[in-house]
């Protein structure tokens, strides 16, 4: 469907066009956050660097430009496997949607690249590999490329938790089409990260828009590992018997071994890892995105990009490797805002086997430096007594009071006055000049007299020397972790050694009293429910609810797209609870647009005037 093309030199007509295409094309109200200050800055011809939570509606800050400016928005994916779920879901919106990618027919990329040229279409995916080909590049010299859109642009960096080298050379988007928007979003990325994707990317002269992380439908469980399947049993069994969710494994036999034992259990389960074929790989996918109450047990190899508003429940039968990838991964379920949880169980032995493959990688030292650090602040989340929400917030440089909805706040668990504990720590980084690591600090608070480096420095001659002899070395590490959690302790990023923040600084000013985390706790405490309602949800007629999902799944299965294409959950939700009876009052719903009114509406009107 064309779309209104208008000139990037006024802001005011963009502002009420992107309005316009929201409110008909995407049947959505008004913007959120900052997204409508992003679509005017890109649509007038800027750059960006856009980082906001997973379901926090970045796909909305390059589709709309792509839209309202002249030419092809040109979005560059890691993930080919999905591009045809995103185009479908395009195209059912109206929007003039292709994709060009190996898994496309020739006959299909080669239409594509015909309805590029001919100005036709309104966004094309592509993946980075193809879009570096020089037949390809060739091709974008002489099309109409409205913008240029990285997605997943943690990808670009070293820091990031999903490194490719392809997405390093698209530097050369700046220097070869230097009049063309550049827009880089991620959903994950901390400090040094969100700096290294802006120097690769060169994107210095465009602008950052931060938006908050936080995920409040998002209830956090953390909980030690007490026989992982009954863990995981229990809290299906009890909270998502119905649902659609994930469970994370660390290595592909315990995916396949996990996949087969829910089944066992009466799931529908599927495995998903790197070592399975592609054919089979893309069935799973394809059935987990268009079926319900599917369970995907994957490895890391799964997830990123998928756009599957309903996934109720993500769980971790073993840690990731760090905190970015943990929110990433998290933030898989409940795109759609509705309740939904994350359930990840903590044992140490999945905490020395990340360490292990930290060792072994072939990763340069300065790397697994880096590496280790973000798996201590894993751990630390992990260990912390406050809230975890706060936590993982803090970590990317956001805040918030206590959430109310995460374990933590709803149970809190075992604590001990840590204040001495602390004290005795961040006295041990000041004394010993602030340079050393973890490891250096506990051997200088257990007095370890036969540490050559400790006699070396004459650090066996300060006042934090053998001060510490009431914990062990495990505590101590626990001690540190929940430290640097707290921000009272910094990271140096290049040689992993501790300093004290402003924050630190302040309590050994202040004398302040400090509750810490117990270390070893063995109280598994049972998850409970988000807690976020739906607003406006009314009391909803669960039978009527289900006769709307069974026409979705019916339309869907039609098209051969997922149901979430046809409505999202939070939409038939609001059908069963406001019961409209006219095409005008469907029209008001959450993400009911112009084109889907028209060939959906009178399918889904017939049932609630039949239910009325």
Known sequence: MPMPQVSPQSASPIAEQALQILQKTYGFEAFRGAQED?????????????????????????????????????????????????????QQLGIRAAAINSNMSGADNSAAKTALMQGQLDL???????LLMEDFLSLLDEAPVALFAIDEAHCVSQWGHDFRPHYKQLSLLAERYPAVPRIALTATADAPTRRDIIDCLRLEDGRSFVAGFDRPNIHYTIVPKDNARAQVLRFIKEKHAEDSGIVYCLSRKMTEETAMWLCNE???????????????????????????????????????????????????????????????????????????????????????????FIDV?????????????????????????????????EYFGDSCEPCGNCDTCQTPPQTFDGTIAAQK??????????????????????????????????????????????????????????????????????HGGLSLTPRGKAFLKDKETLQLRLHESRSARKPKAASTPLPDEGDIDQSLLDALKTARRTLAQAQSVPPYVIFHDRTLREMAARKPQTLEQMAR????????????????????RGRD
């Open 361 to 393: 990688s072939t990763a340069p030292e300065a790397q697994k430096r880096i590496e280790h650090q973000k798996l201590n602040a894993l751990l630390g989340l992990c260990e912390t007594a406050g809230c975890r929400r706060q936590a993982v917030l």
């Open 589 to 608: 719903l959450h993400g009911v647009g112009e084109r889907k009114l028209v060939k959906y509406g009178k399918t889904f009107l017939d049932i609630l």
């Open 38 to 90: 992003i679509i005017q800055h890109i649509t007038g011809g800027h750059h960006a660097f856009v980082l906001m939570p997973t379901g926090g509606g970045k796909s909305l800050c390059y589709q709309i430009p792509s839209l309202l400016r002249a030419g092809t928005g040109i979005v560059i994916s890691p993930l080919i496997a999905l591009m045809q779920n995103q185009v479908d879901a395009l």
């Open 266 to 356: 009466g799931f529908e389960a599927l495995p998903y890892h790197a070592g399975l074929d592609a054919e089979t790989r893309a069935q799973h996918q394809d059935r987990f995105l268009k079926e319900e109450k599917i369970i995907m047990v994957a490895t890391i190899a799964f997830g990123m990009g998928i756009d599957k508003p309903d996934v109720r429940f993500v769980t971790h039968m073993t840690i990731p490797k760090n905190i970015e990838a943990y929110y990433q991964e998290t933030g898989r379920a409940g795109r759609d805002g509705l309740p939904s949880d994350a359930l990840m169980i903590f044992g140490t032995q999945d905490a020395a086997m990340q360490r292990n």
């Open 425 to 494: 720590a961040l006295s041990a980084v000041y004394r010993t000049e602030q340079r050393f690591g973890t490891g250096y600090l506990i051997s200088v608070l257990l007095g370890e007299k036969d540490d050559e480096r400790i006699q070396r420095f004459g650090h066996d001659q300060t006042s934090t020397f053998g001060i510490g002899t009431e914990f062990g070395k495990t505590e101590w590490k626990s001690v540190f972790r929940q430290l640097v959690t707290l921000n009272f302790l910094a990271v140096d990023s290049d």
């Open 124 to 130: 094309l995916y592509v993946a980075p590999e193809r």
